[in-house]
């Protein structure tokens, strides 16, 4: 039987609607691919694209401080340029903006609201020194952002635990307590001790952590203590003051422009104790403006070579660091371009453990797995849990010998105990 006419009209209708719902399944899928694409790039972590991760970094870079942000900046941007050479993470660059805190809380609270609303950064990277760190730590739990920090130690950072702030390669005040007063008293066997410190956050810390510790482990006197100014270029009223008391040892934290003065001005005065300074001090920076006057100081070193140590590692490592800034001045390197340098390939370490889906709770939960990681050979051992993170609690004792610092066999016996509050 031949099909009716309208029959066949509505065969013609069945197959128009047929390409018809073809075109609209076709254009349903299109859209469901770029809606799904839309909310994966929406999901990306802020400062996080799929080309690049942007971090914020600060420390200062003028004033009495700037040695520290200095380098700081300089190795981080060091570690940051091999990164990116063998990579990237995943694919993605690091780029990195720097702002100039002055060594000072304000204006790092300033420089890390900047980074944080405005540049829309993934994360911080403070190479601060503790004076400024401590003005951005409560903005930094607040917008919860991850802030790993390479040298401030104070307390604030990580104590009481927050799962946002990192210290890495230094380490916290109470561990400096632990081993300064037990090389003091064990070491040097030192009886009577007095303490000189700068009144800002770092150095007065410091000199508390050690006070405490000579007294309450030792049963060793602090016989004086005087307390300078950041930029302070006389200190004959402390001085005097110690002379009068004579201590077996004087520690002396601060900045190595003033410890300069001061054991010039000691022996000036016919003062022949040794001095003991903070790590920060334990530098090539410091012997350069030292000079003769270092002779005899010791201190504990946060990382295991010195820049201007002939171990093969460090030389491969300065070589590399003359070529990429040929022009900069004596002084330089310092431990401070060594320390950023470290820490930065630990964090590239981390972020590339996570995986292409990075964000926030992803890199926390990957800097926590790490346990004992040298992220170089010029890198102390850190460590990292869920309960504390410190980092670093290996550091070794120097001394200066001949206008260079040279390592010590001494080694501490005392467990830490630092780590039971954490537990």
Request: charged share 20%.
């Amino acid at each position: 039987m031949v099909p009716k006419r309208q029959d066949a009209g509505n065969v013609v209708k069945i197959a128009c609607l047929t390409h018809l719902e073809k075109d609209m399944c076709m254009l349903r899928k299109l859209f469901i691919s770029v809606l799904a694409s839309l909310v994966s790039t929406l999901a990306i972590a802020q400062g996080v694209t799929k080309d690049e991760i942007l971090i914020g970094a600060f420390g200062p870079t003028t004033g009495p401080a700037a040695y520290i942000g200095l380098g700081g900046r300089d190795g981080m941007q060091m570690a940051i340029k091999e990164i990116n050479a063998a990579g990237g993470i995943h694919g993605r660059k690091i780029r990195a903006i720097f702002e100039d805190d002055g060594h000072s809380p304000t204006r790092a609270l300033g420089a890390v609201k900047k980074l944080i609303d405005q540049d829309k950064v993934f994360m911080v990277f403070c190479v601060a020194g503790s004076n400024a760190t401590v003005g951005a730590i409560d903005y930094i739990k607040e917008q919860k952002r991850i802030m790993y920090v390479s040298f401030a130690s104070a307390p604030a950072v990580t104590w009481p635990f927050n799962r946002y702030l990192f210290r890495g390669a230094t380490t916290e005040v109470p561990r400096y307590g632990e081993l300064y007063s037990e090389y003091i008293a064990d070491g040097m066997r030192a009886r009577k001790v007095a303490i000189m410190n700068g009144r800002e956050e770092y150095p007065k810390n410091e000199g508390n952590a050690l006070a405490d510790q000579l007294k309450g482990s030792y049963g060793v006197e602090v016989v004086a203590r005087g307390e300078f100014n950041i930029g302070d270029k006389d200190f004959t009223p402390q001085l005097l003051n110690i002379k009068t008391a004579a201590p077996d040892v004087i520690a002396f934290f601060g900045n190595p422009a003033e410890a300069s003065i001061a054991m010039r001005q000691a022996k000036e005065f016919g003062m022949k104790q040794p001095f003991f300074v903070g790590a920060t001090m334990v530098d090539t920076n410091f012997l350069n403006v030292a000079k003769a006057n270092a002779e005899g100081a010791s201190g504990f070193a946060l990382i295991p070579f010195l820049p201007g140590n002939k171990h093969r590692e460090m030389v491969k490592w300065e070589a590399a660091w003359k070529a990429d800034y040929p022009n900069l001045p004596a002084g330089r390197p310092n431990v401070f371009d060594v320390m950023a340098y470290t820490d930065m390939l630990l964090l590239a370490h981390a972020m590339k453990a996570v995986g292409v889906d990075l964000d926030t709770d992803k890199l926390i939960a990957s800097l926590e797995k790490i346990r004992g990681v040298s992220s170089s050979p010029l890198a102390a051992p850190i460590t990292f849990t869920d309960k504390h993170h410190i980092g670093n609690l290996s550091l070794q004792i120097m001394q200066v010998k001949s206008g260079a610092w040279e390592p010590l066999a001494w080694k501490p016996s005392r467990p830490s105990l630092i780590l039971k509050r954490y537990e």
